[in-house]
């Protein structure tokens, strides 16, 4: 190598240097243009809107960090164009702002719809335990709100994997050949699709929604919360049973506040063929009408069975909810026994026995006679 050609090269890698510096700032140029754009965007809404709780300061301070990458990946669009980086270089640069892009798209499409369904449930409180519209249309919003999230990250994970060739020929080979590979999609994707689905239908159709009480597996509870494929049912006991959203579509179960929240429950006593139904019948109705748990509605009791020993009487009250219900019957069957053993003990449940006496009377000898005989 001659003298004449280091030198040529040395000033080759001068300028090469020089370019490099130039788009190196250029880039940087660019980002930091994207950044003031975004802050005078930011600036620009604060002034217009003034209220702080406007929906449009609400939203640009949730999605402050996809905004910004927004605006960078603009600046970059515009410049990259110009800088003269190796075709390498740029190619993978274009992929990597690819991804950025689709993962800030899904970004600010979970900030948004979050931000409106979180809006809109706020609107109906269920502290009423009677309110069936809130309660319906807080279903409805929860369901369609985990089905819009799992629709945005597979969407956004699709998007992502498209852009790598190797997985575009995958999915093309996939589609020539959808045959077989389609079936095999199918069949492993069906446990989630059918939840998903089943889940918009719950939301359409409202065979259950938040707060209904319900019979489960033989287990009573209320639903505590839905998702996009699974319900949680909230023991009495504050045990928790985990139900896929399915079983509500395909198997029968009890739904207690399906129309209404007011609810009848039964009281069974078992007393004594002596006791007067009357005047139990009487301190049952007063009892229910002094509880605070009593809804106003039914209030009553009814001889429903007799035995050869007991006789059975059921006392009928109704409450607003299953929980006051609950109350209502112990606090009922407690007064009503407490009053029994007071006032009737003679009607509580006894057992009758009769003896009957064969053979010679005491005076004419036999075993009680001579018993006294030996006396």
Same mark, same amino acid.
């Given at each position: 190598?001659?003298?004449q ?5 040395? =000033?080759?890698f ?19 243009? *994207?950044?003031?754009?975004n802050?005078?965007l930011?600036?620009?809404?604060? $002034?217009?809107y003034?209220?702080?709780s406007?929906?449009a ?5 949730? &999605? ?9 990946f ?11 980086? +190796?075709?390498?270089?740029l190619a ?9 892009f ?12 979050n ?8 609107r109906?409180q269920?502290d009423?335990? =009677? ?7 807080l279903?409805?919003?929860?369901v ?7 629709a945005?990250?597979?969407?956004? &994970? ?23 590979? *389609?079936?095999v ?6 446990p989630?699709?059918?939840?998903v ?9 409202? +065979?259950?929604r ?7 597996e *033989?287990?009573w509870?209320w639903i505590?919360?839905?998702? #996009?494929?699974y ?5 009495w ?20 506040? $399906? ?6 429950? &039964? ?13 139990i ?21 009814q001889?429903?069975?007799s035995?050869s ?7 009928l ?13 112990c ?15 003679? &009607? ?7 003896? =009957?006496?064969?053979?010679?009377? +005491?005076?004419?000898?036999g ?6 005989? #030996?006396?």
């Amino acid at each position: 190598m001659t003298f004449q050609d280091l030198i040529s090269r040395t =000033e080759f890698f001068i300028r090469r240097l020089d370019y490099f510096m130039v788009d190196i700032a250029v880039i940087l140029g660019a980002v930091l243009a *994207g950044l003031a754009f975004n802050w005078a965007l930011r600036g620009l809404i604060r $002034r217009v809107y003034r209220d702080p709780s406007h929906v449009a300061r609400v939203i640009m301070r949730q &999605a402050l960090i996809p905004a910004r990458l927004m605006a960078v990946f603009l600046s970059l669009m515009i410049v990259l164009p110009l800088v003269s980086l +190796p075709s390498v270089w740029l190619a993978n640069i274009r992929h990597v702002m690819g991804i950025i892009f689709i993962v800030t798209l899904g970004w600010a499409a979970y900030i948004v719809g979050n931000h409106f369904t979180t809006r809109a449930m706020l609107r109906y409180q269920t502290d009423d335990e =009677e309110n069936l519209t809130a309660r319906k249309t807080l279903t409805q919003l929860r369901v369609l709100r985990q089905v819009m999230f799992f629709a945005i990250f597979l969407f956004t &994970a699709g998007g992502i994997l498209l852009t790598f060739p190797g997985v575009r020929e995958i999915g093309a080979g996939l589609f020539a050949s959808a045959g077989v590979a *389609g079936l095999v999609l199918g069949i492993a994707a069906r446990p989630v699709l059918s939840n998903v689905f089943a889940g918009i239908q719950i939301a359409l159709t409202q +065979p259950i929604r938040l707060n209904d009480v319900v019979i489960v597996e *033989g287990e009573w509870g209320w639903i505590e919360e839905i998702t #996009a494929t699974y319900v949680v049912i909230r023991i009495w006991d504050w045990r928790r049973l985990v139900v896929p959203l399915t079983y509500f579509i395909e198997k029968p179960f009890e739904n207690w506040t $399906r129309d209404s929240t007011n609810v009848i429950g &039964a009281v069974m006593w078992r007393v004594d063929y002596t006791a007067p139904v009357d005047e139990i019948r009487a301190k049952v109705q007063e009892f229910v009408r002094e509880s605070p748990y009593w809804d106003g509605q039914v209030a009553n009791l009814q001889v429903t069975d007799s035995a050869s020993d007991v006789v059975e009487l059921r006392g009928l009250m109704s409450a607003r909810t299953s929980p006051r219900l609950w109350e209502l019957r112990c606090e009922v069957r407690e007064k009503l026994l407490t009053w029994l053993q007071r006032s009737y003990p003679t &009607a509580l449940p006894r057992t009758r026995a009769s003896f =009957e006496i064969k053979g010679e009377t +005491p005076e004419g000898g036999g075993p009680f006679g001579k018993m006294r005989a #030996a006396e």
